[in-house]
Every structure is written in C-alpha cells, then in structure tokens.
C-alpha cells in the first residue's frame, strides 16, 4: 500500500528555535498533504492543507506564519515550527492520498519544545 | 463548525464480547465515514470506510450508517486484548477529515 514517511520521529528543542518537520509521498505524488496536530488524551485537529505549488490553506485558528508549510514538489511537504515554546510540544501528523484513495499517514512527529 | 461526536470512554469489554462504538456528526450533507484505529503514541491506522446507510461488514468489523439520524457506528465482534486502543470516528469535508475525540476501548482478558 501507499507509504507516507515522517522524519524526525521526534524531536527535542529549546523554547524560542524552530523546527521543519518532514512528510514525504514514497510511491505516489501527492499535490495535497493534510497536516495534522495531536495532543494528549485529544483527537487529531487539522491545521492546514498543504498544496504544492500554491500556498497552503489553514484552518481556523491556526496561525500561518508560526506554522509555515511549503509544498516544493509533488511528493514532500515540510511544516517549521517557528519560535517555538512549550505549548506548541504535540504530536504532529501528516497525511496523503493518492488520487481520491485511501488516506494515509505519515508515523507522526512527537515535538517537545523545553 | 462542523463537528464529529464521540464518547470518550473508557469503555472496557471482556474479551470475546461486542464492543459497540458510536460517533454523530453535525453537517447533514457528509457523504463518506471512515474509522481509524490509533495505539497510543501511533498514527491512526484505517480500520473501515462507509459511504451508504446500512451496514457494511468487514471480518470482524461492522460499521453502520443511518444518515437520517447522523450516526455512525463500529461493532467489534469478538474483541480480543489486542483491539484495546483507541478508535476515532472522521467524516469527509470537502477531502479534509474532520475527526471527532476518540473512544479508548479497554479489552480485558
């Protein structure tokens, strides 16, 4: 089946840096990633679509140029995290389709911002 | 906001039993329903999709559509120890998936 890779699985940083989290298409091309975030005991909420080639559209509430989202190329999209703290550490998803088929994600991206 | 509504739980089964889980949704002109299945620290997995009221079987996974009423259901028959997770409900808005909280399923031995 189609696979969506996440990297880095998780990662650790000091409050005030930023973070480029990684979700790549491994064998199909995707022109619409969907990035998700996840805190404990809570469900997935969506932040934003990722559409390469054009700017990415976020959801209500999401602030665009703290989580910033490029879609180079049809089978990567990147999220930054910029200046990050505390608040922002979650577990961040991707996820893709091929065509109008299943949607797959990404492995996630456990953030801790110290 | 369109919403997807699901009881947190725990709901905790013995093993071998039904496990019944429920979701509502909000917007009337959703059209396809999906089930994810999520371990804790993993990325949910598909478990089932639905598109049309009734019931569609898979293995031992039922899910259950009646649009009329807005309700979405997953049955698990005989559950196992192994299918203690979290399942999240997510209805297609537009090709985004709303998701609603998740049910935690406890199945105990």
């Known amino acids: 089946g189609a696979v969506v890779s996440q990297h880095p699985s998780w990662v650790i940083c000091k409050s005030g840096t930023s973070v480029k989290i990684e979700c790549r298409s491994l064998d199909f091309q995707a022109t619409t990633m969907f990035w998700y975030r996840q805190f404990p005991k809570q469900s997935l909420m969506l932040m934003a679509t990722s559409n390469e080639g054009s700017k990415a559209t976020y959801e209500q509430g999401v602030e665009k140029d703290k989580f910033l989202i490029n879609h180079a190329s049809l089978t990567l999209s990147t999220l930054t995290v910029t200046s990050a703290h505390p608040e922002d550490s979650s577990f961040y998803i991707c996820?893709?389709?091929?065509?109008?088929?299943?949607?797959?994600f990404g492995e996630g991206s456990r953030l801790t911002v110290l | 906001q369109k919403e997807v509504e699901q009881n947190s739980g725990p709901l905790s089964v013995p093993e071998g039993a039904i496990a019944s889980l429920n979701c509502t949704y909000s917007d009337r002109g959703s059209q396809s329903f999906f089930w994810y299945r999520q371990y804790s620290g993993k990325s949910p997995e598909l478990i089932m999709f639905i598109y049309s009221n009734g019931d569609k079987e898979d293995g031992r996974f039922t899910a259950q559509l009646n649009k009329a009423s807005q309700y979405v259901s997953l049955l698990i028959r005989d559950s196992q120890p192994s299918d203690s997770a979290t399942y999240l409900c997510?209805?297609?808005?537009?090709?985004?998936?709303?998701f609603g909280q998740g049910t935690e399923l406890s199945v105990k031995p």
């Open positions: 997510a209805v297609n808005e537009g090709g985004k998936l709303i």
């Open positions: 996820s893709a389709r091929p065509g109008d088929g299943e949607l797959f």
